[in-house]
């Protein structure tokens, strides 16, 4: 009788999930030569949903469509860019993001997919996808990616002479517009968002970053190794605070406050702390050169709504 229980609260589910879509599967946006279909945008608003715990009717799924498109488009032009680079993935890196993403339980992550009728083949596609393009922007702008030595002696002067470290664990939300419109559009938006159901869900829906699969996670950073106006911000804010939107270029910034720790700087961490300056540093600059390489991209493509 249980087990009847469960079919039926399956076979319920589905069927809501099906309502909320065109049975139809049709064509709603054309990239270069590439199609978006209804069924691509069903898949993953709902695999988004799913995965974020989020309740499921129309009205979120009809606040949901406009950043799954963007979500698509931006991941068939990376897709394509990776590709004409040749760049490959081994199994060892597909399977440690997916460790990381399901908490050591990829067995149990896939059949979360298959309980809900989600399509695990399409999710792990584009989770190659954002692996391979992280890879294209290191490899393309590792030369470029420069850090003034002179620089970071005088970020490890400033923790000598206080004798502290100051590490932040931070995640990051960071998404482009085109017009002010669309600025104060995804604002509001991604605010609504985060007060409804989290940070952390609302980066996996929205973030354009590389973070995004990773929830916008950035882990722990060297309150150094920041830029001097994030650095200010974050140095104002409680833990578990949100930030305004940060207006960076054509980009709108929000970073969450996870955790912060501060221990005594011992000699023997010098060298370590070093290096987690510049590895702050080359990560940002690594972010904005991946906005700003798929930007150029998007404006060589023709892009065509159905």
Not at 42 to 49: E, F, G, R
Not at 116 to 126: H, I, R, S, T
Not at 159 to 184: D, H, M, T, W
């Amino acid at each position: 009788m249980k087990l009847n229980l469960n079919l039926i609260f399956i076979f319920l589910i589905l069927l809501k999930f099906n309502t909320l879509f065109a049975i139809e599967n049709r064509i709603i946006a054309k990239v270069n030569n590439e199609i978006i279909t209804s069924y691509d945008l069903k898949q993953t608003i709902l695999t988004t949903l799913v995965l974020a715990n989020q309740q499921i009717n129309q009205k979120i799924v009809d606040q949901s469509k406009s950043a799954a498109l963007k979500a698509l488009i931006n991941s068939i032009l990376k897709k394509k860019e990776a590709n004409k680079y040749n760049i490959k993935l081994s199994e060892a890196e597909i399977n440690n993001q997916l460790k990381d993403i399901s908490g050591g339980d990829i067995v149990k992550f896939k059949n979360k997919f298959k309980t809900n009728n989600l399509d695990f083949f399409l999710y792990e596609d584009k989770l190659k996808t954002e692996l391979m393009w992280r890879k294209l922007i290191f490899i393309i702008y590792k030369e470029k990616v420069k850090i003034n030595e002179e620089e970071i002696q005088s970020e490890l002067s400033k923790a000598q002479k206080n004798k502290k470290i100051e590490e932040y664990r931070i995640s990051e939300i960071s998404v482009s517009f085109g017009s002010e419109s669309e600025k104060l559009d995804l604002i509001n938006k991604i605010n609504d968002h985060i007060a409804k159901f989290g940070f952390e869900e609302t980066a996996l829906k929205f973030s354009e970053s590389t973070s995004a699969v990773d929830k916008g996670d950035l882990g722990w950073v060297n309150i150094n190794g920041l830029t001097k106006r994030i650095s200010t911000i974050i140095l104002k804010m409680r833990i578990n605070d949100i930030s305004e939107p940060i207006l960076i270029a054509n980009s709108i910034l929000f970073i969450k406050l996870k955790d912060k720790k501060i221990s005594n700087l011992l000699e023997n961490k010098i060298d370590k702390l070093k290096k987690q300056i510049i590895n702050s540093k080359k990560n940002e600059l690594f972010n904005l050169y991946s906005t700003s390489h798929l930007s150029k991209i998007k404006n060589n493509s023709i892009i065509q709504y159905k």
